[in-house]
Each structure stands twice: as C-alpha cells, then as structure tokens.
C-alpha cells in the first residue's frame, strides 16, 4: 500500500548549522513530494515540493532532494536559526491529488 | 478575510452524540481535504473533495461523512461520536493546478469525545 515515512523522529542542531531532514516514500505513481512545517498550534505550512521528474529544487535557505533509485526524499535547511523549530512533514501526492503525509519530525535548533 | 476558516476551533462533546466540523474557503479552490492529527503523530487522510459533489474517501474515512454542495464548504461530520475520534481536525483547499503539489490549511479544529 501506500506510505510515506522518515528515518529520524527528532533531530537536535546547533544555530547556524545545516540541518537535513528525511523521508523514504512507496508510491512510485506520485508526481509531487511536498515538504510542510508544523509550529504548534498550528496548521501545517507549505515549504517547498518537487515534481517526480525533477532531482533537485531550491528555495530560500532550503533544498529539496529526490532519489527515485530508493525513493528517498530529503529537506536541507542551511544555517538554521531557532525559528526553524517545528515539526517537518514530507507528503506525497498521487492521482486525484490525494496527499498522504509521513509522521514527522520535529527539529531543535539549540542557540 | 479571505483564505480558510474552520468552525468551531474547539468542540468537546460526548460519545454517541452527532458532531459538524465546518470548513470554507473564499479562494475558490477545486479541492478540498480533511485530516486528523492525533497526538505526537502525523496527519492522516480522512475524505477529500475534487469539486462540488465529488468526494472520495482517503486513509481512515470509517465514522465520517462529507458533503460538498458548494466549491466554498466542505463540512465533516461525525454521525456518532468516538473516543478515538479524538483528535485535532485539519480542513485543506488546492487549487486545480498541476504545478504545484501545495496545500493550503486552516487553523484545525481541535474534537474532544468524553
């Protein structure tokens, strides 16, 4: 069935450093993968996605990798800053644009 | 103001009884999702919504119902409520784009079944 999932529950990083979040996938028939930021309380915000037929895609401080050989999806964040904190979700969109999301996980940034 | 809004922000209720989750959007959106965020966990699918009168169900769609008569509402219903349904709610909209996979959500609705 289909699934989206991530390797690392919580992650820890000093101010300044980069940050790398990841994901593994299942659905190979997904033509968007889409990472979101969760502050508590909050509703999930869109950061950035990737179309199935692209390798990489960058945006302000953040790039987006996608391996389809291991379907592996990763989120780059540089020099991140204690705003950063939040849980990240990756999501996958398959036909229909029916979007599933992985559990998550939720970045320290320690100042 | 424009964007999307769900209602109520709160609900406590007790099982058994029928409860109305509301959500509208003034973008005009063609899709529309719901979710639940259960505790320390991801979102999961609940029903999503193609266009007015188009619903499909997602992941966990036993013990909810949705309706969508206007592009503007996509209200979700609990015909008997469950303590597992205990969650926070999170409402959806995509506009008809193939460009991008982004999703715009409201604030959730946070469901408490005593």
């Known amino acids: 069935g289909e699934s989206v999932g991530l390797h690392l529950p919580t992650l820890s990083v000093q101010e300044g450093d980069n940050s790398i979040i990841n994901c593994a996938y299942s659905?190979?028939?997904?033509?968007?993968f889409i990472w979101y930021k969760q502050e508590s309380g909050k509703g999930p915000q869109f950061i950035i996605d990737?179309?199935?037929?692209?390798d990489k895609r960058q945006g302000q401080r953040v790039t987006v990798l996608l391996n389809k050989t291991v379907k592996h999806l990763s989120l780059q964040i540089a020099a991140t800053q204690p705003g950063d904190s939040a849980v990240y979700f990756c999501?996958?969109?398959?036909?229909?644009?029916?979007?599933?999301f992985g559990a998550g996980t939720r970045l320290f940034v320690k100042a | 103001d424009a964007g999307i809004t769900q209602s109520p922000r709160y609900k406590i209720t007790e099982t058994g009884r029928q409860v109305t989750l509301m959500c509208h959007q003034t973008?005009?959106?063609?899709?529309m999702f719901w979710y639940r965020q259960d505790l320390g966990h991801g979102l999961r699918l609940i029903y999503y919504?193609?266009?007015?009168?188009?619903?499909d169900k997602g992941e966990v769609p036993d013990g909810y119902v949705v309706s969508r008569s206007k592009t503007e509402n996509f209200p979700l219903t609990l015909e008997s409520a469950t303590r597992s349904q205990t969650s926070v709610y999170f409402c959806?909209?995509?506009?008809?784009?193939?460009?991008?996979?982004?999703?715009?959500f409201g604030e959730g609705s946070r469901l408490t079944v005593l």
């Open positions: 959806a909209s995509s506009p008809d784009r193939v460009q991008t996979g982004e999703l715009f």
């Open positions: 659905n190979s028939a997904s033509d968007y």
């Open positions: 990737i179309r199935s037929n692209m």
């Open positions: 999501a996958e969109r398959s036909g229909g644009f029916k979007t599933i």
């Open positions: 973008w005009s959106h063609s899709y």
């Open positions: 919504s193609a266009a007015a009168d188009i619903t």
